[in-house]
T-cell receptor, first 111, second 112 residues
Framework: DAGITQSPRYKITETGRQVTLMCHQT?????MFWYRQDLGHGLRLIYY???????DKGEVPDGYVVSRSKTENFPLTLESATRSQTSVYFC??????????FGQGTRLTVV | GQQLNQSPQSMFIQEGEDVSMNCTSS?????WLWYKQDPGEGPVLLIA?????ELTSNGRLTAQFGITRKDSFLNISASIPSDVGIYFC????????????FGDGTTLTVKP
């Protein structure tokens, strides 16, 4: 199916563990984004990518790592999860200067 | 960096009432976007605006791109219970690497 999919939808992990959130899009959009959404903060940009092998930091990148070896995939890794990273994470894709299409989100709880 | 001020933060209205929300910025944008987020879902685009002064409708929704390019508003007429959700504005500045700047959202509650 065409679209943007995130996995897993829900994840519980322990403090200090590494966890990777997956994002896959089928539109061949050049841009991909990772946001986190917390109450009172709206959507905050973590990292974005303008094309395969090109990534850059957003507003809140600390504690996160991304890669983009293929246009369609943009995984987000928390190298050593902390409780402050408990959040809902959204992946999005777009063409340049165009509206973004969002995945359904991953609800991550760090205990 | 660019920031958007979205207001109001939340609204509690009766079914059938009209709703108005807006976003302002100290910077200009080339594109204004309005999204709606239903509970448990990702934001979905409602309306996109590409020219200063542009007024665009989508059913009961109407949005305008401010003449100064620093603001935009969204109106919802005759609200219904399914309008409940969080509404986000977003602005794109052409040289900003394709990134959108998002407002903090307006949470809408509609009482039947």
């Amino acid at each position: 199916d065409a679209g943007i999919t995130q996995s897993p939808r829900y994840k519980i992990t322990e403090t200090g563990r590494q966890v990777t959130l997956m994002c896959h899009q089928t539109w061949s959009h050049s841009y991909m984004f990772w946001y986190r959404q917390d109450l009172g903060h709206g959507l905050r940009l973590i990292y974005y990518s303008a094309a395969a092998d090109i990534t850059d930091k957003g507003e809140v990148p600390d504690g996160y790592v991304v890669s983009r070896s293929k246009t369609e995939n943009f995984p987000l890794t928390l190298e050593s999860a902390t409780r402050s990273q408990t959040s809902v994470y959204f992946c999005a894709s777009s063409d340049r200067d165009a509206e973004a299409f969002f995945g359904q989100g991953t609800r991550l709880t760090v205990v | 960096g660019q920031q958007l001020n979205q207001s109001p933060q939340s609204m509690f209205i009766q079914e059938g009432e009209d709703v108005s929300m807006n976003c302002t910025s100290s910077s200009i944008f080339n594109t204004w976007l309005w999204y709606k987020q239903d509970p448990g879902e990702g934001p979905v685009l409602l309306i996109a605006l590409y020219k200063a002064g542009e007024l665009t409708s989508n059913g009961r929704l109407t949005a305008q791109f401010g003449i100064t390019r620093k603001d935009s508003f969204l109106n919802i007429s005759a609200s219904i219970p399914s309008d409940v959700g969080i509404y986000f504005c977003a602005g794109i500045f052409r040289t900003n690497a394709g990134k959108s700047t998002f407002g903090d959202g307006t949470t809408l509650t509609v009482k039947p």
